[in-house]
């Protein structure tokens, strides 16, 4: 880490294409930026890897309008936009087949650019990226890894920090969520969160992130700067599909509503419903 008084120079390589098709539709790269730079550091380098069908978007109005305003959006938030084209090709069968794969050039570019950084944050859950974290790594830099759905259990044990972008706040946004309903973490809102403790007698206890902050080590939500809150649940409340026995378990991320609990002090958590299975 940069001795005191200078600034941590972060990097954040986006698989724009891996996370949009596990479950990042809607994913907000400016929250994304924010996570990254929690600390104050300083984004040196922010890179958003697309993939773009040439081909459709000279016959698809909506279609190239749609990759227009999404890349200028990134632009806008201090992404550089790398964009990679599909490639058609046709297999055995002559079935015509497109190929697009950004992941090299997110590599090389990482690892050429980690001279200037100090952490290097790269958003994907796609397994090819493990010997990348390792020469960062051995290069001295932070990595850690954002991902969704279908994340590579490899990457995750290689990384110095994993976390699911389910639980960082607001990063992908809540189903039905509305203006006029509380904020993330706040009673009666819905967070997502991950059972960290459970009893035989058939309770248990959830934990969430209720801010982003530099302190994510701190999980013990007794500390006052700790960014987690935990709330109680029954297992009555949880859905059909998980089975308590499981439990606790950081494979399964929740989605449910936080409200005074009606049994003991603190938090709540009801409407339980399974957010992800890693």
Partial sequence: MPS??????????VDVANMYN?????????????????????????????????????????YRKGTQNFHSALRDLGYKVIVKEISWYQD??????????????????????????DRVLIASGDGDFV??????????????????????????????????????????????????????????SRVRGWCYWHAEQGYGF????????????????????????????GDNALPDSVRSVTLPSRAYIFEFDIVPSDRRAGLQAINITLASKG
């Avoid at 005191?4 to 390589?13: D, L, M």
């Avoid at 996570?35 to 978007?57: I, Q």
């Fill in 4 to 13: 005191k008084g200078t600034f941590i120079k972060v990097g954040i390589y």
């Fill in 22 to 62: 596990n479950g990042g539709q809607k994913m907000q790269y400016d929250v994304l930026r924010e996570f990254a730079c929690r600390d104050d550091g300083t984004p040196v380098r922010m890179n958003a890897y697309v993939t773009l069908d040439a081909e459709r978007s000279e016959r698809d109005e909506v």
């Fill in 92 to 117: 055995e069968n002559g079935v015509r087949y497109g190929k697009a794969n950004a992941d090299l050039d997110l590599a090389v570019d990482a690892l050429l650019q980690s001279e200037n950084l």
């Fill in 131 to 188: 010997q990348v974290v390792r020469a960062l790594q051995n290069k001295g830099c932070r990595v850690e890894v954002v991902g969704l759905d279908n994340v590579s259990h490899k990457l995750r044990h290689e990384v110095d920090l994993f976390i699911s972008g389910y639980l960082i706040p607001d990063l992908v946004p809540l189903p039905n969520s509305r203006p006029d309903q509380p904020q993330w973490g706040e009673p009666g």
């Fill in 206 to 233: 959830m934990r969430f992130m209720s801010k982003i902050s530099p302190s994510l080590w701190v999980t013990d939500t007794r500390n006052p700067e700790s960014p987690y809150e935990t709330a109680y649940f």
